[in-house]
């Protein structure tokens, strides 16, 4: 079992910078695949970000590339995101997850994570 908490969230100006972290619980963290999603209000949520065991590979959602990293400090049990050059339709509850399966094609879809956060509100002032 693995608990994952979220923070970092909070109101920004567009333009603005944030760095999330997701602290988990979890001794074998770094092992595990580990994930950015987002949901708005009526959306679905979505794929941002992913992150695999060491590090070594990253993938993006085309709408935040360039502009957000993924990162993770596997001596902490803590992964990243750091937004810049944020806009208001990054506006949305963004959360962590985390798979023990290695990164693998299916990485963008939300049923390839067992363990979630509970979720940190982003919101992007224009």
């Known amino acids: 079992q693995v608990q994952l908490l979220e923070s970092g969230g909070g109101l920004v100006q567009a333009g603005g910078s944030l760095r999330l972290s997701c602290a988990a619980s979890?001794?074998?963290?770094?092992?595990?695949?580990m994930a950015w999603f987002r949901q708005s209000p009526g959306k679905e949520r979505e794929f941002v970000a992913a992150i695999s065991w060491g590090g070594g590979r990253t993938f993006y959602a085309d709408f935040v590339k360039g502009r957000f990293t993924i990162s993770r400090d596997n001596a902490k049990k803590t992964l990243y995101l750091q937004m810049n050059s944020l806009k208001p339709e990054d506006t949305a509850v963004y959360y962590c997850?985390?798979?023990?399966?290695?990164?693998?094609?299916?990485?963008?879809?939300?049923?390839?994570?067992?363990?979630w956060g509970q979720g940190t509100q982003v919101t992007v002032s224009s």
């Open positions: 997850a985390a798979d023990y399966r290695s990164l693998g094609a299916d990485y963008r879809e939300t049923n390839a994570y067992a363990y």
């Open positions: 979890s001794r074998t963290f770094s092992t595990y695949t």
